[in-house]
C-alpha cells in the first residue's frame, strides 16, 4: 500500500491555506474598509499614470503596451509572492489575506452609499453631487434626489461586481496573482478606459482587457444578486430580458440582476460631460428613491459574504501548477 504522495499534500494544504487567506482579507476589509494613506491601489494608479506620460500616444498600440507593462508587472510580482510563501502555509495565508485586503473595495463602497443616503434624506444635494464623483465619473451638475439615487443604485451594483466579486473569483482561482494582476486591469480601465478623445485609442486595450476578466465575474455575481436577495427567478428574467440593452457586456446583467432583485427600474440616458451615454431601461419596478439607496447598499453586502464563501470553494478545489521532472508518489 502506498504511502500519501507529499505533493498532493503540499497542494491541499496550499489550497487551505489560500481559502483562509481569502476570508481572512475578506473580513479585514469588512472592518477596516481601504487604508487611509498609502494605499497600493492608489500607488499603482500614481505608477500607471507616470509611465502613461512616457509611453503615452493616440494609438492602440501604445495603449496595449502600457497595459501590458503595468498589469505584467503586477501578476508577475503576485506569482512571486505565492511562489516565495507556498511552502509556508501561515506565511501564505497572511500574504493571500493582505492581498485581499489590498484589492477590495466592498466596505469603501457600502461608506460611500451610506454617505450619499445620508445627503440625499437630509435633501443636501448639493453635497450629493459633489459626493457622487466618489463613485462614478457622471456629471452631476443637474441631477435631483431621484437621479442622484438612481446614479448611486446603479453605481454600487457594478461596483459590487467589479471591486468585490470579481477579485474574490479571481484570488480563489488564482491565489495572489489573480488578485493583484485582476486589480492592476480594473484599475486601469477605471484610469483610461473611458470613451473620451483622448483615450478612445490608447485605453482600449485596457478596456478590453477589463471585459473579458469581468465576463465570468459578473455573471457570478449576477447569480449571487438573486440569491442574496431572496429573487433569484425575478433577478434572472430581469437578467436574461434586459442585460443586452446596457452597452456594457458586464454592467449589463450585473445591473440588471439588482433591478430584478429590488424590484425596481434601472438606466436611462447618462451624462458624462463630454459624451452621453444610453443604458437602456432594465427592470419593471418603480425608479429609485432615496430609500432604496440603503437597500441597495445591504444586498451588496450579502452578495459580497456569498461571493466570498465561493472563492474560498473555489481556491480549495483548485490546484497549483505541477513541477515537471518531479515524482509525486513513494512507494
Known amino acids: 500500500m502506498g504511502a500519501r504522495r507529499p505533493a498532493a499534500s503540499a497542494r491541499s494544504h496550499a489550497g487551505l491555506s489560500r481559502a483562509l487567506g481569502i476570508l481572512v482579507g475578506f473580513a479585514a476589509d469588512r472592518l477596516l474598509g481601504d487604508p487611509r494613506r498609502f494605499h497600493p491601489v492608489a500607488g499603482f494608479g500614481q505608477t500607471a499614470a507616470r509611465v502613461e506620460r512616457r509611453l503615452y500616444a493616440d494609438s492602440r498600440p501604445a495603449g496595449t503596451a502600457h497595459t501590458a507593462i503595468l498589469v505584467g508587472s503586477a501578476t508577475l510580482l503576485g506569482l512571486a509572492i505565492e511562489r516565495g510563501t507556498r511552502k509556508h502555509p501561515m ?29 440625499l434624506e437630509e435633501k ?20 435631483e434626489a431621484d437621479e442622484l439615487a438612481r446614479a448611486t443604485v446603479e453605481s454600487i451594483a457594478e461596483n459590487t461586481s467589479d471591486a468585490c466579486v470579481a477579485p474574490l473569483l479571481w484570488g480563489g482561482v488564482l491565489g495572489i496573482p489573480g488578485l493583484l494582476g485582476y486589480r492592476a486591469a480594473n484599475t486601469l480601465d477605471a484610469m483610461f478606459g473611458y470613451r473620451s478623445p483622448k483615450y478612445q485609442n490608447f485605453g482600449w486595450a485596457s478596456a478590453r482587457l477589463d471585459d473579458v476578466l469581468n465576463l465570468v465575474p459578473a455573471r457570478v455575481c449576477a447569480v449571487l444578486t438573486g440569491v442574496a436577495a431572496g429573487r433569484p427567478r425575478e433577478a434572472t428574467a430581469v437578467w436574461k430580458r434586459d442585460a443586452a440593452k446596457h452597452p456594457s457586456p458586464n454592467a449589463g446583467p450585473v445591473e440588471a440582476a439588482f433591478a430584478g432583485a429590488l424590484d425596481l427600474t434601472l438606466g436611462g440616458t447618462n451624462n458624462y460631460g463630454s459624451y452621453q451615454e444610453d443604458r437602456g431601461t432594465l427592470g419593471d419596478g418603480p425608479t429609485p428613491a432615496v430609500a ?33 521532472g518531479r515524482h509525486e508518489e513513494r512507494v
Open 124 to 143: 443636501d444635494i448639493p453635497a450629493a453631487r459633489d459626493r457622487l464623483s466618489h463613485l462614478c465619473a457622471r456629471d452631476a451638475t443637474d441631477l
Open 292 to 324: 432604496d439607496v440603503r437597500r441597495t447598499a445591504a444586498l451588496a453586502r450579502r452578495v459580497g459574504m456569498a461571493a466570498a464563501g465561493v472563492a474560498a470553494l473555489a481556491a480549495l478545489l483548485s490546484r497549483p501548477p505541477r513541477r515537471a
Open 91 to 119: 506565511l501564505h495565508t497572511a500574504a493571500t489575506a493582505a492581498a485581499t485586503w489590498t484589492v477590495l473595495g466592498a466596505r469603501s463602497l457600502e461608506r460611500e452609499a451610506e454617505t450619499m443616503a445620508a445627503h
